[in-house]
């Protein structure tokens, strides 16, 4: 592991364009290992209910290929349960899902499916699945996965990447607290979605923050520099700020 902020790269949108053509190529495995070999410490690839990047096969090849933990993106429904509890990664999170979204938009409403999410994320923690629950940075969703038992949130940063200024601020506040509270309480903290080298400093400060989960941005730099190349600085950004 690199020092004691990790790392996570998502290699969803690898598939993305492999999908785009149909063909084998580029393999999302491939990209993993490569990304393990530049300095990720873990890898994490979205499930979704359409298939529309990540598919059944990839995480069986990733599972078997990979020798740093995998981390399971999945909907709370009883088919992505069967699947992790099938593969059994390292991690599994919990994330809301919507046909049409072209991304996840916003955090899981741990409180309002409080009663929908207590088997899975039961079942996932007795098959030995470390459960983490994407979240807004909201004392309300901490309380919920405090009374779920989920020992990790992963706190949602695609508000505050969007927004600049004094809005940024708040949001950047929000998210401290959020982690302060979490950490206070015994669950680690992992943060991710929106991030870039331009902003990831300042969630990468956060000292609870313990790992960062980072996918379209890097696979998009990697057009350009390689991805080698991009894990490398997303990590040296992350160690600068920490």
């Known amino acids: 592991m690199s020092g004691d902020l990790r790392l996570g790269v ?4 690898v598939a993305t364009v492999r999908n785009a053509r149909g063909s084998g190529y580029p393999d999302p495995v491939r990209a993993a290992l490569l990304a393990a070999k ?5 890898i994490t690839a979205h499930l979704r209910e359409d298939r529309r990047h990540i598919t059944d096969n990839d995480i069986a090849r990733l599972s078997e290929a990979l020798t740093i933990p995998l981390n399971l993106e999945m909907a709370a429904t009883e088919e992505m349960l069967r699947i992790a509890l099938r593969h059994r990664p390292h991690a599994a999170c919990i994330v809301p899902e919507k046909r049409e979204e072209r991304t996840t938009e916003g955090g899981l409403d741990a409180a309002g499916q409080f009663d929908h999410l207590a088997p899975m994320v039961a079942a ?3 098959a030995g699945v470390r459960v983490s629950l994407f979240i807004e940075p909201e004392a309300a969703q901490i309380d919920a996965a405090i009374r779920l038992g989920a020992p990790v949130v992963e706190l949602h940063t695609g508000r505050y990447a969007e927004l600049d200024g004094e809005a940024r601020t708040l949001e ?19 943060a991710g979605h929106g991030l870039t080298y331009d902003n990831v400093g300042p969630v990468a400060a956060i000292p609870q923050v313990r790992e960062l989960n980072i996918g379209h941005f890097l696979i998009g730099e990697a057009l350009f520099v390689g991805l080698d190349e991009a894990v490398r600085r997303m990590r040296a950004e992350m160690d600068a700020a920490r």
Do not use: C, M, P, T
């Open 172 to 190: 950047l506040r929000r998210l401290s607290d959020a982690a302060a509270l979490a950490a206070k309480n015994g669950i680690e903290v992992h």
């Open 38 to 42: 530049a300095g990720a410490d873990g």
């Open 124 to 126: 996932l923690g007795e």
């Open 10 to 13: 998502n290699i969803d949108h």
